[in-house]
């Protein structure tokens, strides 16, 4: 018996590997590394599940008929398997086809996941490369997990950094800081993922041991889960969607008590003395007291002036989970705790000022160094691109013209999708809406290493390879280390790497150079490492070469000289360290955002209800908070996971009064649809207030009519933030719950 053994990388964490006779036998997590061993556990399980795509396959009548077919038939049909020639020219011969009958805009390049911790293997990057080289297509901009932040920061903070990059170190909050106030929370499952993956898994421990030094802790969330094991934490459950009244009026006590910092205000910011107007009711009459956010987040006053008491004093962070901007009006958030730590005054010190992500995803204020994890280069595009989370609408209305961040778009007429890393349906809302919209297009192909829900609707699968099978360069920002990901198994089946795919159909589309360069995978991987290799010359970290890296399997980047602190420059010097802002400063008041005209994103952060929340819920609505699942990340995993519909967390009170036990069967509904779920009575949870993780593959009954496995997205609008990000909204939904009692082997 022959066993090897090497060290891979997954958005789940670094982990061990053995390999016997060319067979994935068993994964365990990277010795020190924290990762947590259930979910690096289940690659053999991933790897050689049922599930897999075995070769490429076509629609039945799609392949009898071409578009004549129609897109009824998808997720229904039988999907027959083909050799990869013919595929590849049905592929390419579409391609031509919608080319040059619509033009590149009629082409959907659809790729939205973490699809590959491997940074030439990362789909996405692949599939719009590809794309660009053949002619053009409409892309997607912003993403799912801050995507309200993305179109917001830029204009307040010059850049989306502060969410994409920067984070103060929870070294310096240890040290320096004394109050921490974290709306959203800071859960311990989100710590187990991280984009790009890590070789380190610490922050629980870190953030314990500023605990152990002195730093008090708030946490604002419906769900005492969100608060770490041993934080001794004070918790306080406001109502889902009222944070920005809680900040506003957090930020009105800052003004009228004294305790705001003029000086700060007047060196670093620009347009405080229209915020400070709006807080203290001067334009419209309501002045943003305790008592005002009390009556809107439902938490006694008390509570606030206690959390208005801790911070009024002292070094203070806060903190906005990512959550807190996937919501109606998901801006305001954000833009609130910039504004609150801008009047506490202590942005750029040590310890203090506002930081975002913190509970939202392993390694936000670890201590990396930034620049050292090589990028794909991207390739211009002649088509297009519309928000991320707004393609249901432009796969239904194409014409209509929407607002988007200060300029109109235009949604084409998408007739081809291209489809590769990732599940739209897992991560877009009101799933059954999408099932609509899918029929539209006259083609959709799909790279797919499983039949998801995305692959079974499908008009062509192509067999995508996973992470194991190549080789790649994998690692984040937020980690110390650098890992280069040996292929460790032979594809599974007829799987082929997206890339190979692409030069494949590149070939037949005569832009084969463009594409890839004339290089061969090792090439690339040799020109990633050598961008890495000229940053590590200019930073003075000596880095071994290409091959030296690939035979050590994993390296580590020595830590920065001094634990960051986000905005430490602008801080110390603004007039030699402006923000990329029109003003140079911070924008509490953002000319450019008011000239825009957007009822539902002012100049300026502010209270607006949402459209959906308990504040006017009607009797029997809760609000549901559809959150990351505990052993997955995203939909990934769910095939080797999942053990009947996902749980729903309900209040024993709000169970009792629906008739609701441990375990019972219950159905989520709304307007848009409904999921099935299992019961989970949890007394940690606010009462009101549903919790149900994403990541249920999507499953309709034979009828249409109820989701089977459990996917919140079914019950949730599909609905922008604001003219301004047009972003994820899910976190504003209410449903009503009742029992089922289910017939025998229905589930």
Known sequence: MTITRAVSLCHWGAFEADVENGKLIATRPMEGSGADPDMVGAWPHMVYSDQRVSQPHVRRSYLEKGIAAGGGGRGHEDMVPVEWDVALDLVANELKRVHQDYGPTAIFGGSYGWSSAGRLHHARTQVRRFLGAAGGFTDQTGNYSWGAAHALLPHVLGTANAVARDATSWETIALHGETVVAFGGLNPKNWRVSSGGAGEFHLPEKVLEARKRGVKFFILSPHADDVPAGLDATLIRPRPNSDTAIMLALAHQALTSGRADLAFLQRYTTGSEVFCAYLRGDTDGIPKTLDWAAGLSDVPVSELNGLWEAISSGRVMLSAAWSLQRADHGEQPFWALIALAALLGQIGLPGGGFCFGYGSMNGVGADASKGFVPTMPMLPNKGMAIPVARFVDAFLEPGKTIEFNGRRVTYPDVKLVYWAGGNPFHHAQDLDRLSRAWERPQTV???????????????????????????????????????????????????????????????????????????????????????????????????????????????????????????????????????????????????????????????????????????????????????????????????????????????????????????????????????????????????????????????????????????????????????????????????????????????
């Open 445 to 747: 192909i799909v790279h797919e290493p499983w039949w998801t829900p995305t692959a079974r609707r499908a008009d062509i699968v192509l067999p995508a390879t996973t992470s194991l099978e190549r080789d790649d360069i994998g690692g984040t920002s937020r980690d110390p280390y650098v890992f280069f990901m040996p292929k460790l198994i032979d594809p599974v089946g007829s799987a082929r790497n997206d890339i190979d795919i692409f030069r494949s159909l590149s070939d037949r589309l005569g832009c084969r150079e463009l594409f890839d360069e004339g290089l061969d995978d090792r090439g690339w991987l040799k020109r990633l490492w050598d961008k890495s290799l000229e940053h590590g010359v200019h930073s003075g970290v000596d880095l071994p070469d290409f091959e030296e890296l690939r035979r050590q399997n994993i390296i580590r980047i020595p830590a920065p000289l001094q634990p960051e602190v986000m905005l430490e420059s602008f801080r110390s010097d603004p007039e030699n360290n402006p923000l990329p802002t029109p003003s140079g400063k911070i924008e509490l008041y953002s000319k450019a955002i008011a000239g825009f005209g957007y009822s539902d994103c002012p100049g300026h952060a502010v209270w607006i209800e949402p459209h959906e929340w308990l504040g006017s819920a009607p009797c029997g609505k809760f609000h549901l908070v559809s959150n990351q699942p505990a052993k997955q990340l995203h939909s990934q995993m769910w095939q080797v996971m999942a053990k009947g519909p996902a749980e729903c967390r309900i209040n024993p009170s709000d169970a009792k009064e629906h008739g609701i036990s441990g375990g019972d069967h219950i159905v989520l509904k709304s307007g848009r649809g409904a999921c099935r779920a299992s019961a989970l009575i949890d007394p940690s949870l606010r009462r009101g207030v549903l919790i149900m993780p994403t990541g249920a593959w999507y499953e309709p009954d034979a009828e249409g009519s109820i989701e089977q496995n459990g996917n919140p997205n079914v019950v949730i609008g599909d609905r922008g933030t604001s003219q301004l990000g047009q972003a994820c909204a899910a976190l504003s939904a209410l449903v009503e719950i009742e029992r089922e009692t289910p017939a025998p082997g229905s589930f």
